[in-house]
């Protein structure tokens, strides 16, 4: 590996592994009065809290370096792993730093969580961002713009500045940098995915939760230069598969290296979805929280959390599998996980429709054990070969 590259693949590491936040503090310290504005997975305007000045905080849990003491005690044992690890994460202390909290509605654990956030917490800012489900500018796209103004005034009143349409257009063009950064990644990986490898380049990703948007970008285009430059990286025979079900609670860094040592080469994933929530640029001209509220109903992604209309599920992930030249799917789900098991049966048939491969277990975010992943992702690889051969 360049010194480079290590440099990079060490920074992600250590920025993902920060569930105290400290990069957050770090930030926070370099001048005084900032404010750090957190949200849970899936989508939040974050152009709206950098135009705000503060800085946006993606948690996604505690993962599997979390010893959960208090966390279990708030939730039933019949769902999944995330909600726990987050109130243990800030019963703990460890998100003092944040100023707020955003909690998209994801589904009912997460509106649940933002429940107990307010009786946990009634001295912090929280608010539940209902994101619409209807998407004809006239019902859904008014309801988003109301959530956007919303939440425009109470960011104003939180940092006792008012949010003008040039800091908005600002920030919508940093984030549409981020996203042509994370597109061009994505594309570069499913050309050759030897050179980003799955658990790396997942990091790489993640690490724009925590990183003000300018620098995730730059670190982004550092890791599309470098990566291929490391000479032991080199295409194998493996199965090219496109992963979903993990857009919530993440898998550990080990399961996706398992799948690739299993024979598999990650072509597609939906980790760390609401940093690619919308997938086309946003204009910059004229209203901007106007262009947020279109981009929103015309571009947002395809995903178990949103409304698709009859007979239309399961046609993104189709599209996703021959866009990326991929011979199968992987449904890798958190255990408990109702968005993502609920939208399987439907995801299925339209992949048995397609005549494209598919294999499926689950996770929890501090599984631990993968010998039977491992065996079972492998099985699948070695069989999409054999047929493709036959
Ligand atoms: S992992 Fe699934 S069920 Fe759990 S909070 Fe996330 S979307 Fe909801």
Not at 111 to 129: A, I, K, Q
Not at 138 to 144: C, I, Q
Not at 314 to 323: E, F
């Amino acid at each position: 590996m360049t010194p480079a590259l290590a440099a990079l693949v060490a920074r992600a590491e250590i920025l993902t592994h920060d569930l105290s936040l400290d990069c957050v503090r770090e930030w926070k310290a370099e001048a005084p009065g900032r404010l750090a504005m957190g949200h849970l997975p899936i989508a939040v305007p974050r152009e709206l809290i950098h135009a705000a000045g503060m800085l946006p905080v993606g948690i996604v849990g505690g993962g599997d370096r979390l010893e959960i003491i208090r966390g279990d005690a708030y939730f039933q044992s019949y769902i999944c792993h995330i909600p726990r690890s987050t109130i243990e994460l800030a019963l703990s202390g460890r998100l003092d730093a944040l100023d707020g909290m955003l909690f998209p509605s994801i589904c009912d654990v997460i509106r649940n969580l933002s429940g107990m956030w307010r009786l946990l917490f009634p001295d912090r800012y929280v608010h539940y961002v209902d994101l619409p489900q209807n998407f004809a500018p006239e019902t859904g796209g008014r309801f988003w713009r109301h959530e956007l103004d919303i939440l425009r005034a109470d960011f104003a009143r939180l940092t006792g500045r008012p949010i003008d349409d040039e800091a908005l257009r600002a920030s919508i063009a940093v984030y549409n940098a981020q996203r042509e950064a994370l597109g061009d990644l994505y594309e570069a990986r499913a050309r050759a995915p030897w050179c980003f490898p799955a658990g790396e380049m997942y990091q790489v990703v993640r690490a724009g939760n925590l990183l003000p948007p300018e620098a995730h970008t730059a670190f982004m285009r550092d890791y599309i230069r470098e990566a291929p430059l490391d000479p032991d990286r080199h295409d194998q025979d493996r199965s090219r598969v496109v992963v979903v079900g993990m857009f919530c609670e993440q898998p550990p860094v080990g399961l996706l290296l398992t799948l690739e040592r299993a024979g598999c080469w990650i072509v597609d994933d939906d980790l760390q979805l609401g940093l690619r929530w919308l997938t086309e640029a946003v204009p910059l001209d004229g209203d901007p929280l106007d262009n947020l509220t279109q981009a929103f109903l015309s571009t947002h992604v395809r995903t178990a959390s949103m409304y698709e209309p009859e007979g239309h599920r399961g046609s993104g992930l189709v599209d996703a599998v021959r866009r990326r030249g991929a011979e199968g799917v992987i449904f890798c789900a958190p255990s408990f996980c109702d968005p993502a098991l609920l939208d399987q049966p439907m995801l299925v048939a339209a992949l048995d429709r397609a005549g494209i491969p598919h294999t499926q277990f689950k996770y929890t975010e501090d599984t631990g054990q993968f010998a039977v992943i491992r065996e079972q992702a492998g099985t699948f690889s070695d069989s999409i070969r054999l047929w493709s051969q036959a």
